[in-house]
């Protein structure tokens, strides 16, 4: 027997995306015979599904490249010289579609040569015709150990790449580390997560990079503004609906919950759901099932929910205007993001960040920040949090002149430690609709646009403002 390990090392960098099979100790091993001694796959084929292997056949390598193709194999026993494509061609064509796959050569008398030379291409073991039953299952038992081993590692190596797959998110704080150590362990798995914390703290950062981190990620991330959108509309939104479901629902509407099939939902402010949405969403996520509106035909959806709100929404559910089954239906893992006065150094991290991004959007080529500058970043409470010093530095990084950005660079509530509080003075005569328009106005423009953080310092919802600025 050869040395089991010989020649293998290029197997494990084909660079292949195909996913990995599972291990045999997951699932019943898959073994595919490919012999065009019809007999002889007949006798190895009963074997292996007597000691318990699932086992396919094919007649050549041409036929075994398009079951390769269509299963997942974990070994492949495959004889040499066959018509059309021969077993050498198979292991190089496997070794690039599903490299997670083992291979065993089975060889004839005077083909020991050529066996060894598979076994130099990769393949891990040979098995001689006439094969005895103890070595052959003891081969094969050895390959898919080997087999499971690999997949394993290249298991690790793409946790690995994912938690890798985070920084884009700034932040060695400790606060920080614990949230993305919990994001990284929560995103593999299809647990509802409900993101907290201020306006501007990384909720929808977090989800993204939840769904990114997931095995969902290759279909859609489906993001819906609870707040954005009146009553019915969400719940059409959300739901889809049947021509004539309601005034204007002309045409046939897919929900998205439908879209998001397979992926994730992104519920975006559901504090602002109102208790009827509430009630309905609570059914959906309860059985899996979603009626489009004017439709009583239920459709099967499998989503991953990820919620955010900055509503503190035990506080809602005690005043009675949040479900509190939907609240423990959503929050069955709380991943709360902490404000970014309480991230310490973060903020200079986050501050040259964000100078290199708007240094490369603006074509300049700022190096850092003076001494009073830093001291300013780091003495400010930043009410609006990463977004506010977002907006911060992409004004500083316009405005400044030379190498490093100074104070007179950062807007000026800033630099004197307060929060915009500017005065609004309106002419008597203006009207109630326009007064209300200009106050408005001016708290989005001190909080930068932020329209969660102007609700709230109004004392009305976001939804609200939504809708008056439309
Ligand atoms: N840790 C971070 N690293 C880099 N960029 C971040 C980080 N956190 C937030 N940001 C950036 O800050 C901005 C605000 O973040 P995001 O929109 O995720 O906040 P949010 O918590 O959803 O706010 P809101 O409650 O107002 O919706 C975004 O531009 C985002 O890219
Ligand atoms: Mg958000």
């Not at 197997?11 to 065009?36: F, H, M, Q, W, Y």
């Not at 879209?259 to 992104?266: P, R, S």
């Not at 004004?395 to 100074?406: E, I, T």
Request: net charge negative.
């Amino acid at each position: 027997m050869a040395d089991p390990t010989e020649g293998r090392s290029n197997l494990e960098n084909t660079g292949s995306k195909r996913s990995v099979p599972p291990g045999p100790d997951e699932a019943k091993a898959t073994i595919l015979v490919v012999d065009d001694e019809i007999e002889l796959g007949r006798a190895l084929s009963k074997l292996l599904g007597r000691n318990g292997y699932h086992v396919l056949t094919a007649s050549n390598g041409e036929e075994g490249l398009a079951t390769l193709r269509q299963n997942e194999v974990h070994l492949v026993l495959s004889d040499l010289q066959m018509p059309k494509m021969g077993g050498l061609d198979l292991l190089k064509a496997a070794q690039v579609i599903s490299p997670f796959t083992e291979f065993v050569i089975i060889t004839g008398h005077g083909t020991i040569e050529a066996a060894v030379g598979a076994i130099k291409n990769g393949a891990y073991d040979f098995i001689e015709k006439p094969f005895s039953t103890t070595t052959t299952l003891n081969v094969v038992g050895k390959a898919l150990e080997k087999q499971q081993l690999k997949a394993e590692n290249q298991k690790l190596r793409q946790q690995l790449e994912k938690i890798q797959g985070m920084n884009d998110i700034i932040g060695n704080s400790r606060p920080m580390q614990i949230a993305l150590d919990t994001a990284s362990q929560v995103a593999p798995s299809t647990a509802t997560v409900l993101l907290t914390g201020e306006s501007g703290t990384g909720k929808e950062v977090f989800a993204s990079a939840l769904h990114r981190l997931s095995d969902r990620s290759t279909k859609a991330m489906v993001r819906v503004s609870c707040a954005a959108l009146p009553d019915n509309l969400l719940e059409a939104e959300l739901f889809g609906y049947e021509p004539g479901a309601f005034t204007g629902a002309v045409g046939q509407r897919k929900g998205r919950f439908e879209v998001a099939d397979g992926g994730t939902l992104f519920l975006d402010e559901v504090g602002e759901m109102s208790m009827t949405t509430q009630v309905k969403l609570l059914r959906v996520l309860q059985e899996g099932v979603v009626e489009r509106l004017g439709s009583s035909v239920p459709l099967n959806v499998d989503v991953r929910i990820i919620a955010a709100t900055n509503a503190d929404l035990e506080h809602l559910v005690e005043l009675g205007s949040f479900r509190e089954d939907l609240f423990y239906r959503l929050n069955v893992i709380n991943l709360e993001l902490p404000p970014l006065r309480a991230r310490g150094g973060d903020v200079i991290l986050l501050a040259n960040f964000f100078l290199q991004k708007y240094n490369e959007r603006n074509k300049k080529n700022i190096s850092g920040f003076t001494k009073a500058a830093t001291d300013v970043l780091g003495r400010y409470s930043w009410p609006g949090n990463v977004r506010e010093l977002e907006n911060a530095m992409e004004r500083a990084v316009v405005m400044c002149r030379g190498d490093f950005v100074d104070e007179q660079n950062l807007p000026k509530n800033v630099v004197e430690g307060r929060q915009r509080l500017d005065a609004l003075s309106l002419p008597v005569g203006t009207t109630l609709k326009d007064a209300e328009m200009a106050l408005i106005e001016a708290t989005l423009e001190s909080t930068q646009g932020d329209k969660e953080t102007a609700a709230r310092i109004l004392g009305i919802a976001s939804r609200t403002i939504y809708r008056k600025i439309q």
